[in-house]
């Protein structure tokens, strides 16, 4: 096929193509807008002309022309509709529009709408029987309809467009970063990357001071093998010479052990350690009072985590404990990202080096990841723990969804996957069949509504005791203003006609 042959059948091809009557919708930040394409076997053809008549208004005109423009009411709707899009669902607002602007498909004549996004296209097209498209030249349309979209709409500038952008913009982001302030995750991910790295340099600082230290008195490294107690200890004892009974109270308080405590004791007495100069010993107690407070804001940060967990995720922390659901959630990214994984991965993850190592070597692929650390895997037999990683895995993936959607979080399922958990390793070891899960969850269910209809009940009680004690203030005080808002003014003016009436017919016979 030669080139000029093949230059007629792409022309016939774009001819019998862009034939069809084209539209194009454009989302704008003050509501929906549809336009008609005209002069298109020429735009179809020439593309590079439809780039170059983009920045001109003139030129532009001529090839789009405004159907209709649907603003948005307020900006909670414009709000709405920006979120419906952006998950690729049509809202009903613009089903309306477009089921009211654009013509239906003829056998000769049949009608392409031109979308931005492809997921929006298909539900268009599933819910209303439009073809959509969004290849080609539709990409610079819009581009031109963004460009010049001020001045295509009547009693509409520039300054005004901006202005809605700006204010949807802003009404955006924030529903995004506060999708729900109570239940942010980015705090448990902070928090567990802040404690495993406290772990490691509480770890690396105290054998410092052990090395350190053990100059003077070698001995007490034997006798107090803790790290956080020997940097305690230290900063009691200080020099070895000068350590007295009188101390000695407050060292048992410490390593909670009267034994241990005179052994420290006794070892200070005939230690074979060198003498150190006061200033060497300042640096050590400066350096073990550090040390020492940095284990006990770990100790406050593990309770702040475990409470972060109890209102976000607390299915998940009862089932596989604080840490190593909160080590799941950073791994993951999010609550949400972890919900959305499968068993299969959430059993893996924290293993992919060997995961993918063994897919390498064909060798055996990893049985566990960050799971490792439950206590179930701990407690399990060597030939099971491939089997209740598997099992726990899934339970973990269970307890990730319910907190992730779950209205008022409540650690009830967690309790019954952990219950769940514990039967499957009993099982594994005498035989006894477990419940299935499909009673285990009914269960859960009907406690999680006695549950809810207890709190409710007793916020309504609340609030109606709220509402008495309210009401028997303003009739105290007498304030008008308090009157007309609980609505008790308009009941003091009706009694009181009805008074002024009954004396005006009394005087009256």
């Not at 640096?283 to 593990?302: G, H």
């Not at 099971?384 to 269970?398: E, F, H, M, P």
């Not at 609030?463 to 028997?472: G, N, T």
Request: aromatic residues 8%; hydrophobic residues 40%; proline residues 3%.
């Amino acid at each position: 096929m030669n080139s000029q042959t093949c230059t007629h059948f792409c022309t016939s091809m774009l001819k019998d193509v862009w034939s069809s009557k084209l539209f194009v919708l454009y989302e704008h930040a003050a509501g929906y807008a549809i336009f008609s394409v005209k002069e298109f076997e020429e735009v179809g053809m020439s593309l590079p002309q439809v780039e170059a008549s983009v920045t001109d208004l003139s030129r532009f005109n001529s090839v789009v022309k405004l159907v209709g423009f649907s603003p948005f009411k307020t900006a909670l709707a414009a709000l709405e509709s920006i979120n419906s899009i952006s998950e690729g669902i049509i809202p009903e607002d613009l089903q309306l529009f477009l089921d009211s602007c654009i013509p239906k498909s003829g056998k000769k004549d049949k009608v392409v709408l031109g979308v931005s996004d492809p997921k929006l296209g298909a539900s268009i097209t599933e819910a209303l029987d439009i073809k959509c498209d969004y290849a080609g030249v539709i990409p610079e349309i819009l581009r031109g309809i963004r460009l010049h979209f001020h001045n295509l709409v009547k009693h509409f500038t520039a300054k005004s467009s901006g202005i809605a952008q700006l204010g949807l913009g802003h009404s955006y982001s924030r529903a995004q970063v506060k999708f729900n302030v109570n239940r942010v995750d980015n705090m448990i991910i902070q928090s567990i990357a802040l404690l495993d790295q406290l772990d490691k340099d509480i770890n690396t600082f105290c054998m410092r001071i052990r090395e350190w230290y053990s100059y003077h008195f070698p001995e007490l490294a034997k006798i107090v093998p803790e790290n956080h107690m020997y940097a305690k200890v230290a900063k009691l004892i200080k020099s070895r010479k000068e350590f007295t009974d009188e101390k000695l109270e407050t060292l048992e308080q410490i390593v909670m052990d009267t034994a241990k405590a005179q052994a420290i004791m006794d070892a200070s007495k005939s230690s074979m350690g060198m003498d150190i100069s006061p200033v060497d010993l300042l640096n050590i107690e400066m350096f073990a009072t550090r040390v020492s407070s940095l284990a006990d804001y770990r100790k406050r940060l593990a309770e702040y985590l475990r409470f972060k967990m109890t209102g976000i995720a607390p299915n998940l922390a009862t089932l596989i404990g604080d840490q190593v659901g909160a080590r799941l959630i950073a791994h993951a990214g999010s609550l949400t990202n972890l919900a959305k994984y499968p068993a299969s991965t959430v059993q893996i993850l924290g293993a992919e080096k060997a995961l993918f190592r063994a897919l390498k070597t064909r060798g055996s692929t990893p049985k566990y990841g960050l799971l490792f650390h439950s206590t179930f895997i701990a407690r399990a037999g060597t030939r099971t723990k491939g089997r209740i990683s598997r099992y726990l895995a899934n339970k973990c993936s269970i307890a990730s969804r319910i907190d992730c959607f779950i209205d008022m979080p409540t650690n009830i399922f967690g309790e019954k996957l952990r219950q769940q958990v514990e039967d499957r390793l009993k099982f594994y070891e005498t035989g006894e069949v477990p419940k299935k899960n499909i009673i285990v969850m009914k269960e859960a269910l009907e406690e999680v509504a006695e549950l809810t209809a207890s709190v409710e009940q007793e916020s309504s009680k609340k609030k109606k005791k709220k509402d008495r004690k309210r009401k028997k203030e303003i009739l105290e005080n007498g304030n008008k203003n308090e009157f007309v808002e609980n609505g008790i003014q308009e009941e003091a003016e009706e009694s009181k006609k009805k008074r002024k009436k009954s004396k005006n017919i009394n005087e009256n016979e």
